[in-house]
């Protein structure tokens, strides 16, 4: 159900919103001006008992029974421990705070749940009786964590599905394009942004460094799976950091599977130009020095962090061997290898095949998640083809096309794993 929601606000959000509360209903204007439906935050104040703190790029928005912090120009929200995935960002304009329309129709009525409720049919924002509000906090029974049955904590049994609610969206006829009978989720991680640069792009045109050529790539992979049916969100849509671990938070709830685009360099030597290709990764113990390597070049983006994300993660090797008992590691290692197949195929540079380590990034994902080295930014040709915007497209249709043949196989599992009788 999130993810229809993030459909529907992302291609046609309403020109107004309701707030109706026992004070009565007011219309609140949504405006257009930024890409993405956005509410003025002055005027929710007086139907919802809004309140917000601006500090420097930090907006602190406070309701009765919950307090949500915002970062301007980052898609997402945090309430608490929780971190909310937005459709579009925060900002100011006019000296006036403006809210994503996502916020306001999603993530506050999942907070906030005993006391709101979104009526996406007449786009209002509803306070809910208070005789009703035991029936709607009720939580639902809790999907169960498989339990490990095999070597290196493998689940027992056929493999779960990439997001608890998976199997109960289904789509009325399957998709035209795509073959698949079920609504997905994909976020698509564009690697590093704002103060962190990533790697120079030593053979980059124009300036051009590492999160330049992912925040293109990943706008084009978002565009080709919303072209394919599939629901894509981003974990950035600008020059934004997001600190490592809240990337992969975005991947939850209704989420399916999480993809983190970076690009690839060597170290100066005499062979660092020849090196070049495509390799993707999924989590797990490095088993190689260049697969350390990798690790240890895409986990240094935390230095840039100011944030305090960094002291809630922990160790690494901590959360890695808790996540070595969650059930999409299997997973996420099937997903590394249709991508990187199709991968392969449209890169000019050689294939480094399916690698694993310990990367940050992937540690807050609770669903299959991999990370994409897309190319050597230190191989002329790799860089070129990166750079260039047949090769950035060529990417993303590549990406897309491994995750739906990794969709596609799930849903073809599901279905047979799928009981066919009562009990």
Known sequence: MIALVWLALATAPPPAVIIATRRGETSVPVTMERGWGAVAAPLLAAPLELTVALDGPRATVGLPGAVFVFELGAPFVRTGAVVCGLVGEPYLARDTLFLPLSWLADCLPRTLAARYRWNAVATRLEELPVASAVAVTRPAPATPMATPGGPAGRPA?????????????P?????????????????????HGGA?????????????????????????????????????????????????????????????????IHVNSMPAGRRADRVGGVETYFLSDAKTEDQERVAKME?????????????????VGFILRDLQQ?????????????????LARAHPGGDHGVQQA???VLTSARRP?????????T???????LASSLGQHKIASAIADGLVAYLLEFERRSTTAAPTGGR
């Open 157 to 169: 049994g056929p493999p779960p599905p990439p997001a608890a609610g998976a199997a109960l969206r």
């Open 171 to 191: 789509l009325a006829t399957p998709n035209p394009i795509t073959g698949l009978r079920q609504r997905h989720l994909v976020v698509i991680d564009p690697g």
């Open 196 to 260: 962190d640069p990533g790697n120079p792009g030593r053979y980059f045109p124009d300036g051009l460094v590492e999160k330049d050529i992912t925040l293109a790539v990943g706008r084009l992979l978002r565009a080709e799976l919303t072209r394919r049916g599939i629901g894509a969100a981003l974990t950035r849509t600008g020059d934004t950091l997001i600190d490592l671990v809240d990337r992969g938070a975005f991947c939850a709830a209704e989420c399916d599977l999480f993809v983190s």
């Open 299 to 315: 986990n240094e983006a935390i230095r840039f962090e100011t944030g305090s994300s960094r002291a809630a993660t922990g160790p």
């Open 326 to 342: 969650n059930e999409y590691l299997r997973e996420s290692a099937e997903l590394a290898k249709l991508v990187q197949d199709s």
């Open 358 to 360: 310990s990367f940050r």
């Open 369 to 377: 998640a991999i990370l994409v080295e897309t190319g050597f930014a």
């Open 379 to 385: 191989n002329r040709t790799d860089a070129g083809f």
